[in-house]
C-alpha cells in the first residue's frame, strides 16, 4: 500500500500523523510512504478552497486540476505515484488532503475535526471525542508513537548519556504556552516556579523539564535561572530544541502538563504514568477541547489543577488509570 503523508509545520500535528502510520503499519507491514510538506498561502485561500471543496467536489476529480494548486499554497509537491490512501492531522492541510484524494482517486483519513469540510470529503475522520461525523473513528487518545518499549529504551539512553542518576525520582514537567484558549500571564509563570519547588521540598525529586515552541523566550530563561537547582535536566526549546519526550516519560513517576496542548497530554497518557495538567480557571477553551479534557478526566487518565486555587497535594498520591494500548484502525481497514 502506498501512503501519502502530508504535514505542516507543526510539531503535535505531524507526530499525530506518524501515530496513524503508526497503527497502519501494525495493520499492513509493508508500507510505502512518502512525505510532502505543505504551507497554505493564507486563511482567506484555505476559506476559498474549503468552499470549492464542499460546492465543487467534482471539479477536483481531474489530476489537472492540480496546476490551480498555487493559488492556494506557496509550498507543496505532487506525489511522485498514484496513493492508495493519504493521511494528515490539522486544518492547514485538510483541504489538499481532500484534493489529492478527489485527484488521484484513492482513500484519506483526516485526523481531528473537520473545520467546517464536509465529511463525504474523507474516507474516515479519527477524532478523541464523539463529534457526530458518519464516518468517525473514536480513539481514546490522540495517535502517537509511543509505546512502553520505547519509552524503556529512551530512558535507559538518556541516562547513559547524560550520566543521570538512576536513584533519583523524577517527575516531568512539559511546558506549553498561550493556545486552544489557554493564556498564561507572569503570576502563572511565578506560580509554576514556587509550583516545582515546593514539591520539589515535599517530594525529595528530581524534575526533567522542557518548553516548547509556544514558550516565550524571556520566560524560558526566567524558567531555567530560576529551577536550575532543582532539575536534572532543562531544555529550553526555543534556544536548544532537542527531542527528549520520550526518555522524559520513561524515566518519570509523574508527569505535568501545561493544559493548552492535547498532544503532549496524549503522550504523557500513553506512557501509561500518573497525569497532572495544569491549567488555568480563567481560560478561552472551545466545548470540544473542554470535552476532550473531561473525557480524560471521567477515563481516569489525568487529574487538573489550577493555580487560582491552592495546589492538591493529594494529587500526588492518586494513582491514575493506566492507558491501555489498542490499534483503534484495526477494525476499520482493510487493504
Not at 497502519?24 to 510532502?36: A, M
Not at 509563570?189 to 514558550?215: A, G, M
Request: some cysteine.
Amino acid at each position: 500500500m502506498k501512503v501519502l503523508f502530508l504535514k505542516d509545520d507543526k510539531p503535535g500535528h505531524y507526530n499525530q500523523t506518524e501515530g496513524l502510520l503508526f497503527y497502519l503499519r501494525e495493520i499492513f507491514p509493508n508500507l510505502e510512504v512518502e512525505y510532502i510538506e505543505v504551507e497554505i498561502k493564507s486563511k482567506f485561500s484555505r476559506k476559498i478552497l474549503r468552499f470549492l471543496l464542499n460546492n465543487f467536489s467534482s471539479f477536483f476529480e481531474r489530476k489537472s486540476r492540480l496546476k490551480y494548486l498555487s493559488f492556494f499554497y506557496k509550498n507543496y509537491k505532487l506525489p511522485k505515484n498514484n496513493p492508495d490512501l493519504i493521511i494528515s492531522t490539522g486544518g492547514n492541510v485538510s483541504n489538499i488532503n481532500a484534493w489529492f484524494s478527489k485527484a488521484y482517486n484513492c482513500k484519506n483519513i483526516l485526523n481531528g475535526a473537520l473545520r467546517g469540510l464536509k465529511e463525504e470529503l474523507f474516507t474516515y475522520v479519527t477524532t478523541v471525542i464523539d463529534l457526530g461525523y458518519k464516518n468517525q473513528i473514536i480513539l481514546d487518545v490522540a495517535p502517537s508513537l509511543i509505546t512502553k518499549e520505547k519509552l524503556e529504551l529512551a530512558a535507559n539512553k538518556f541516562l547513559e548519556e547524560k550520566k543521570l542518576s538512576k536513584e533519583f525520582i523524577y517527575y516531568s514537567l512539559l511546558i506549553g504556552g498561550d493556545g486552544a484558549g489557554y493564556k498564561y500571564d507572569d503570576k502563572f509563570y511565578n506560580d509554576l516556579i514556587d509550583f516545582v519547588k515546593n514539591i520539589s521540598k515535599e517530594k525529595n525529586i528530581k524534575w526533567l523539564i522542557t518548553t516548547s515552541r509556544r514558550t516565550p523566550e524571556k520566560i524560558e530563561e526566567k524558567l531555567k535561572n530560576s529551577l536550575k537547582d532543582f532539575c536534572a535536566y532543562f531544555v529550553d526549546y526555543n534556544n536548544n530544541p532537542q527531542k527528549v519526550m520520550l526518555p522524559f516519560l520513561g524515566l518519570s513517576e509523574k508527569i505535568f502538563v501545561t493544559e493548552e496542548s492535547s498532544s503532549m497530554i496524549s503522550e504523557a497518557i500513553l506512557s501509561e504514568k500518573d497525569v497532572i495538567t495544569i491549567g488555568t480557571e480563567k481560560n478561552k477553551a472551545d466545548l470540544k477541547y473542554k470535552q476532550i479534557l473531561n473525557k480524560f478526566v471521567y477515563l481516569g487518565y489525568i487529574g487538573r489543577c489550577n493555580f487560582n486555587n491552592e495546589f492538591d497535594f493529594s494529587l500526588l498520591n492518586n494513582k491514575m488509570n493506566s492507558f491501555k494500548y489498542k490499534n483503534p484502525l484495526k477494525d476499520k481497514l482493510y487493504e
